[in-house]
């Protein structure tokens, strides 16, 4: 690693603990354009623990703690889950409930973060109150809550995102001037890109077709869904030839892969050369991915 200059040139240490989180974010994001990983499994479980405590100054309990995370200032018991939302998967469902009936905790922090870890949503439950929304999974043995919907109405749950949103863009040192220089460039060549990415995207869009990219969507930007299945669903339902369903399919997920599926989206929205109910099921995508 001598010849990491953001490493040996301290460039890392300057910057706020969200930054690097977001950096992260990006990093994983390119490696998986790149085929390097599969996932983007993310630190997403320890930054809310870690946030819920600085935040609501919380005492974090060890890993091995049954069923609680965390305990309160007034002794109470917390468990904390989070989940971070993306263009690839919106889905807003926690990770599971186990021993809900044991109660070994008193109340929820959930927390909905976006792609670059900031809070979008923040929420304190009452541990009565899961009993009402959750849905019990025999196959995983738990409980599980998807934080939307009418668990939100309910009056027993508060909103804290308020709470959660504290300043943390403050750096541990101030930024130097070698630090600035390297914000500016790479703010210059992340817009030079975006402008590349935005010059093809009517053309890719032209190629796919655009509804077949808003009809398809979520078969895209599934990737546990193989090209295969896919190319099978296109062919038999709209009479694609296989080459071309396969061109299809590559140019949607290089779409989304590059985090332009808000801008194709608003794209097909706002062209006047497609259905009205192709236009309003852009329009939903757009409202759950935003």
């Keep these: 690693m001598e010849n990491n200059h953001l490493l040996s040139d301290g460039l890392l ?32 479980g320890d930054y809310a623990e870690w946030l819920v405590a600085k935040a609501l100054g919380m005492t974090l309990l060890s ?30 469902q926690l990770s599971a409930l186990r021993n809900y009936e044991a109660a070994d905790f008193d109340y929820l922090i959930a927390i909905i973060f976006d792609g670059t870890y ?70 210059v060549l992340n817009q030079q890109a975006r402008i590349t990415s935005h010059a093809t995207l009517a053309e ?24 295969a299945d896919i190319i099978e669903q296109m062919h038999s339902r709209e009479g694609y030839t296989e080459k071309s369903s396969r061109s299809r399919l590559s140019k949607a997920r290089k779409v989304i892969s590059e985090g332009l599926s808000i801008d194709a989206l608003m794209f097909i929205a706002d062209s006047g050369r497609i259905q ?6 852009a329009l939903k995508l757009i409202r759950v991915l935003a």
Aim: aromatic share 4%.
């Design 13 to 44: 240490t300057s910057l706020s603990d969200l930054e690097l989180l977001s950096l992260h974010a990006g990093i994983l994001t390119e490696l998986r354009s790149r085929c390097v990983i599969r996932t983007q499994n993310n630190p997403v």
């Design 63 to 92: 890993n091995s703690s049954a069923g609680a995370d965390a305990i309160d200032t007034d002794g109470m018991k917390v468990q904390i889950k989070a989940r971070r939302v993306t263009p690839d998967n919106p889905s807003r």
């Design 118 to 187: 900031n809070v979008l949503e923040g929420y304190k439950i009452p541990h009565e109150v899961i009993r009402d929304y959750a849905r019990h999974s025999d196959h995983v043995n738990a409980h599980i809550i998807n934080l939307k919907g009418a668990i939100l109405a309910d009056p027993r749950v508060i909103s804290i995102k308020e709470n959660l949103t504290f300043s943390r863009s403050v750096s541990v040192n101030n930024v130097s001037v070698q630090t600035a220089k390297v914000d500016i460039m790479a703010g």
């Design 204 to 227: 890719r869009l032209k190629a796919i077709g655009m509804a077949c990219f808003v009809n398809y969507y979520h078969c895209f930007a599934d990737s546990n869904l193989s090209g």
């Design 276 to 281: 009205d109910t192709v236009r309003n099921d």
